[in-house]
């Protein structure tokens, strides 16, 4: 079946530690995304991927870092550097298409600071 | 003005009815449009996507579009508990294929 995976699905960070989060998708899409999800929020724009080796900052990119090494693989590092990071990650693809350019969500990662 | 704004609600529908969640948007030039439904601890889910004014219809989900107002809604027909839900308007951001979210509509149907 083709999908997004994402790991782990809950994790617990200890200050000034840095943690990543996996995520894994198959449907042979070109562009990737991390959001960010706040309770009784919309989805923020962290970073996005269009491309192998290459990635834009989003709309709250600091205290965060990603790489894309692989078509299929989007990691995304909490850093200690963003100081507010417990929230809801959603991970994202699509081929993409000016037009229609749907997306696919994997299950998320929930992140609590400790 | 906010990119994208929708009733936060809770909007509150008896079983059967038609449910009504509007999204106004800011950008001019945006191309298409998507709603996606948000179950609680879960993530979106891409259930309607329209790209020219007008009506579009799957199953029980109908968009409509109005350009001019800069306007989007989706409706859905004989309303079930299973619908109950947080619902996104996503509009893409200006000169970009990537869409903004509004905060979501919270639908519940009750039986």
């Known amino acids: 079946d083709g999908g997004i995976t994402q790991s782990p699905k809950y994790l617990f960070r200890k200050e000034g530690q840095n943690v990543t989060l996996s995520c894994e998708q198959n449907l042979n899409h070109d562009a990737m995304y991390w959001y960010r999800q706040d309770p009784g929020q919309g989805l923020r724009l962290i970073y996005y991927s269009q491309i192998v080796n290459d990635f834009q900052k989003g709309d709250i990119a600091e205290g965060y870092s990603v790489s894309r090494e692989k078509k299929e693989s989007f990691p995304l590092t909490v850093t200690s550097a963003q100081k507010n990071p417990t929230a809801f990650y959603l991970c994202?693809?699509?081929?993409?298409?000016?037009?229609?350019?749907?997306?696919?969500f994997g299950p998320g990662t929930r992140l609590t600071v400790l | 003005q906010k990119e994208v704004e929708q009733n936060s609600g809770p909007l509150s529908v008896p079983e059967g009815a038609i449910a009504s969640l509007n999204c106004t948007y800011s950008d001019r030039g945006s191309q298409s449009f998507f709603w996606y439904r948000q179950y609680s601890g879960k993530s979106p889910e891409l259930i309607m996507s329209?790209?020219?004014?007008g009506d579009k219809e799957d199953g029980r989900f109908t968009a409509q579009l109005n350009k001019a107002s800069q306007y989007v809604s989706l409706l859905i027909r004989d309303s079930q508990p299973s619908d109950s839900a947080t619902y996104l308007c996503?509009?893409?951001?200006?000169?970009?294929?990537?869409?903004?979210f509004g905060r979501g509509t919270s639908l519940i149907v009750h039986p």
């Open positions: 329209i790209y020219s004014n």
């Open positions: 996503a509009p893409p951001r200006g000169g970009s294929y990537i869409p903004t």
């Open positions: 994202a693809s699509s081929k993409p298409d000016r037009v229609a350019n749907e997306q696919f």
